[in-house]
């Protein structure tokens, strides 16, 4: 979005984005990430981990990294991981260029990321790169809506709200992109995002896999 914009309205939107998110959270999106989020096994990269919405929701067992490229959202990440005491990793890099070998990873995670990603068919193909054969991709976004009405408002809104939400497009056709990806989507499920502006209602979460 450029430096001005990040250091101005960037930082103003990591400030206030958890408790803009606090009632949806509540109303029903935490427990859908702790559905998704169950499926993670092993070594856990959490890619766009954003301030932290995903802590604590992880499996016991899971080995979890997470990464950031937001220099305001690593912040907060960071205070969270401290005040948790948590054993997590945080890496700032972004989800484009991932700064760990190939097949280092057995599951990666994208939650509400994959709408804001510069680039989000590199950010997938770079999930597939860290990813162990079978590995698998875990994923809980909104998305592009099937309704025609729907999607048109998407669409003439897209950069007002991109403008207002720090990069986030609510046109994106993200299943599309896992569709394209070098992963093998396994399942998709569609609901809505609750307590948010239709052009962000239209949600779907899933499992895809690196073909072993």
């Not at 770079?126 to 909104?142: C, D, I, N």
């Amino acid at each position: 979005m450029g430096r001005i914009y990040d250091a101005t309205w960037g930082r103003v939107f990591s400030a206030i984005y958890d408790p803009l998110l606090k009632g949806t959270e509540e109303a029903g999106l935490r427990e859908r990430r702790r559905e998704v989020l169950s499926e993670a096994r092993g070594r856990t990269i959490d890619i766009g981990a954003g301030t932290g919405a995903n802590l604590g929701l992880f499996p016991l067992e899971a080995e979890v990294v997470m990464v950031e490229p937001d220099p305001h959202m690593t912040k907060r990440l960071r205070q969270k991981l401290a005040e948790s005491g948590s054993k997590v990793e945080l890496v700032e890099a972004g989800a484009e260029e991932l700064p760990f070998e190939d097949s280092s990873f057995d599951t990666a995670v994208f939650t509400l990321v994959l709408c804001t990603v510069p680039d989000p068919r590199a950010a997938l193909a770079e999930a597939a790169r860290v990813l162990k054969p079978g590995g698998r991709l875990l994923f809980l976004e909104h998305v592009r809506a099937e309704d025609p009405g729907v999607a048109r408002w998407q669409d003439r809104l897209e950069t007002p709200w991109r403008v207002f939400a720090d990069g986030c497009r609510c046109n994106r056709d993200t299943v599309a992109n896992i569709e394209a990806s070098p992963l093998t989507l396994d399942t998709v499920k569609r609901g809505e995002l609750p307590k948010s502006p239709p052009i962000t209602k239209p949600l779907a979460w899933g499992r895809a896999t690196l073909a072993s």
